[in-house]
């Protein structure tokens, strides 16, 4: 049973940096990929981040490209998400997600991810 824990969420005011971390366990992982989605309340997820196997290949939600940096380590099955410069409309329940077996070099649309953390908090005051 593959299980996805997410920590590192809080409150940080406008400007500051917080850094998620998701631990997968479960299974052995092998060329799957791994992401960071978003929902803040009334709006729908989006993905924020996303990273492949061999961790060269990354997409970025376009509102947080410069700010958001996305890192794996297969050896610890960790996926970690860097965010600085946070904005009040950053403001939401960050997921960790896991898409199995998609290719080494893959990064599968939003829609291919198997499985989800059950979310972390962050919220960014003015």
């Known amino acids: 049973q593959v299980q996805l824990v997410e920590s590192g969420g809080g409150l940080v005011q406008a400007g500051g940096s917080l850094r998620l971390s998701c631990a997968a366990s479960g299974r052995t992982f092998t060329n799957d990929a791994m992401a960071w989605f978003r929902q803040a309340p009334g709006k729908e997820r989006e993905i924020v981040a996303a990273v492949n196997w061999s961790g060269g290949n990354f997409t970025y939600l376009d509102s947080m490209k410069g700010r958001v940096t996305i890192s794996r380590d297969n050896a610890k099955n960790t996926v970690d998400l860097q965010m600085n410069s946070l904005k009040p409309e950053d403001t939401a329940v960050y997921y960790c997600?896991?898409?199995?077996?998609?290719?080494?070099?893959?990064?599968?649309?939003?829609?291919?991810?198997?499985?989800w953390g059950r979310g972390t908090q962050v919220t960014v005051s003015s």
């Open positions: 997600a896991l898409a199995l077996f998609v290719g080494r070099y893959t990064l599968p649309p939003a829609t291919k991810y198997d499985y």
